[in-house]
T-cell receptor
């Protein structure tokens, strides 16, 4: 069984300040982890993914995430927030051995608000 | 450009009517998925298909049906048996086993009154 918990349903930061979106996971297998972003009334876009290579993963738009096995965490960060970063962010875990066809588990999402 | 298309973007139906949501991909992906999204609940898997002419129920399949007659197409029918069909529906695809990240379409917002 696997699960993912996004620790904050809403995060509000000022433009130009750092962003931290927190995600904890549990998985019976060596997990693959993803962060997706969703702008209002749009589909989900892949920001970055971890698949057992480097623990610090760089993604698009200046985002990065660090896989910490000892803490079962995969927090998403960005050094300086832009107004265009305002969106919903989903942490996703896939840990099913042998394939991910039905093994993706989504967090409930974190709504990122950027204050001008 | 390769991608996933969903149509229409907005759909309105009266209660008791079946409605079919379209999903097409030209990524040559084997696996396709349907999710339902409700506010504050993340995404929930309705159905998925790993290969043509085969599909499996997800976590919330009741009141929905699918078909996979072609690799590039995976339509979802919301039947009158679905008790609360108003939601945002997302279609996704990936290469199948061993390739976990999914690529998403733009979604269809269904409103049933």
């Amino acid at each position: 069984a696997q699960s993912v918990t996004q620790l904050d349903s809403h995060v509000s930061v000022s433009e130009g300040t750092p962003v931290l979106l927190r995600c904890n996971y549990s998985s019976s297998y060596s997990p693959s982890l993803f962060w997706y972003v969703q702008h209002p009334n749009k589909g989900l876009q892949l920001l970055l993914k971890y698949t057992s290579a480097a623990t610090l993963v760089k993604g698009i738009n200046g985002f990065e995430a660090e896989f910490k096995k000892s803490e079962t965490s995969f927090h998403l960060t960005k050094p300086s927030a832009h107004m265009s970063d305002a969106a919903e962010y989903f942490c996703v875990v896939s840990g099913q051995s042998g394939g991910g066809a039905d093994g993706l588990t989504f967090g409930k999402g974190t709504h990122l608000i950027i204050q001008p | 450009d390769g991608g996933i298309t969903q149509s229409p973007k907005y759909l309105f139906r009266k209660e008791g009517q079946n409605v079919t949501l379209s999903c097409e991909q030209n990524l040559n992906h084997d696996a396709m998925y349907w999710y339902r999204q409700d506010p504050g609940q993340g995404l929930r898997l309705i159905y998925y298909s790993q290969i043509v002419n085969d599909f499996q129920k997800g976590d919330i399949a009741e009141g929905y049906s699918v078909s996979r007659e072609k690799k590039e197409s995976f339509p979802l029918t919301v039947t009158s048996a679905q008790k609360n069909p108003t939601a945002f529906y997302l279609c996704a695809s990936n290469r199948g086993q061993g390739a976990y990240e999914q690529y998403f379409g733009p979604g269809t917002r269904l409103t049933v009154t």
